[in-house]
């Protein structure tokens, strides 16, 4: 690049990453205040929520990012032509191409950063979200326990528990059992802590003693220095973790196994999602050439281009609209899957057909006189 496309293409550049990291702070807080309910209700740590919310961050980047782009190269774009410095390159020598080449290198950076976040990190998030989050819906711990209350569980459990200390340590705990058929067993203990004995959850007493009042009014009672109490029937040993179509590697979006349709979506589903990811990068082309067209593809003008920037905003509104509306539709007709393709190039060739054209605002056109002299 010559030294004055090296300075566009910061001007332009600068503007797109704040827009873009503009946007994924608003993301990153929507999420959070969605992930309050792992803090609030589910007894996790501010770090879990802290991780959800990242995770989650990659599938949204698909959005952002060309909403990021159009932004910050119509704020980059208006500043360089009010403030006429894209008329002085034009004066100096350079071509059309060359004013926006950096401006195109910008959108194929964006689009190759897409097709990154789309295909590999995208499914590795969310796959890691969606075993974090079977991990507290299924943690026994967090169900079970609440400092000060008692906390009813499954099949007849429920839990008490005075205090509970940083290292997960429980202190004066009690335990209440009931069969179901008259029988009531109770366990108190000075101290508690959850752990895995070869992979199945354990609640370990110390110092504590049971209780046992059987259905034929037998009262038994013992003390014990250590007593291992087994968790596992009161976990739900039939629920596993369902993976939906944007969790899944794209080698399982296009050739998925039959357990893998029947658990996760139509083999419709999948490959529109795999489509869309792979077409997700264009519209990155897309807003940068609209928004291009907005700024450069009329006269220049002292009073602004809000009108412009208006049309432009919503043709790249409607486009991307009808790129969501599409990807719904390919997954009951899969022959559809190519308009993921050719909405976006078809918006975008459209968009530099303006951008390129010969004539300037209150030029006649050659073609036309021609075509009226000849019906003259």
Not at 155 to 169: A, P
Not at 305 to 327: N, S
Request: aromatic residues 10%.
């Amino acid at each position: 690049m010559t030294l004055i496309q090296r300075y566009l293409f910061r001007q332009i550049g600068v503007p797109v990453v704040a827009a873009c990291a503009a946007l994924a702070g608003i993301g990153l807080l929507s999420q959070s205040l969605d992930q309050l309910e792992v803090i609030v209700e589910r007894g996790q740590s501010v770090w879990v929520m802290v991780k959800l919310t990242l995770l989650a961050l990659p599938q949204l980047f698909s959005v952002i990012l060309p909403i990021g782009l159009f932004v910050g190269a119509l704020i980059a774009l208006t500043r360089l032509q009010r403030e006429q410095e894209l008329t002085a390159a034009f004066a100096s020598g350079m071509t059309r191409w060359k004013v926006i080449s950096p401006a195109a290198r910008i959108a194929a950076i964006a689009a190759v950063v897409t097709l990154v976040m789309t295909v590999l990190i995208q499914p590795w998030s969310q796959r890691t979200a969606r075993e974090q989050a079977y991990a507290i819906r299924t943690d026994l711990a967090a169900l079970l326990v609440e400092e000060g209350r008692f906390v009813q569980g499954p099949d007849g459990l429920t839990v008490y528990v005075q205090q509970i200390e940083q290292n997960g340590l429980l202190k004066n705990l009690f335990v209440y059992l009931d069969d179901g058929k008259g029988g009531v067993r109770t366990w108190d203990a000075a101290e508690a802590r959850f752990e895995q004995v070869q992979g199945q959850p354990f609640l370990t007493l110390t110092n504590g003693s049971m209780q046992e009042y059987s259905s034929n009014g037998v009262l038994n009672q013992f003390s014990f220095a250590r007593f291992p109490f087994d968790l596992t029937p009161f976990t739900d040993s039939r629920e596993t973790i369902r993976y939906k179509p944007s969790d899944l590697w794209m080698g399982q979006l296009f050739d998925p196994t039959p357990d893998l349709v029947a658990a996760s979506g139509s083999r419709g589903e999948l490959l529109a999602e795999a489509h869309s990811r792979l077409s997700s990068p264009l519209y990155a082309l897309t807003a940068m050439a609209l928004a291009l067209s907005a700024i450069m593809g009329g006269a220049f003008s002292r009073t602004g281009y809000g009108w412009r920037m208006a049309k432009a905003a919503g043709i790249f509104l409607v486009v991307r609209v009808f790129g969501y509306g599409i990807v719904a539709a390919s997954a009951w007709n899969s022959w559809l899957n190519v308009f993921q393709y050719l909405l976006p190039l078809v918006a975008a060739a459209l968009a530099l057909r303006m951008l390129f054209r010969a004539l300037k605002p209150g030029r006649r056109s050659p073609a036309l006189d021609r075509l009226k002299a000849r019906f003259a």
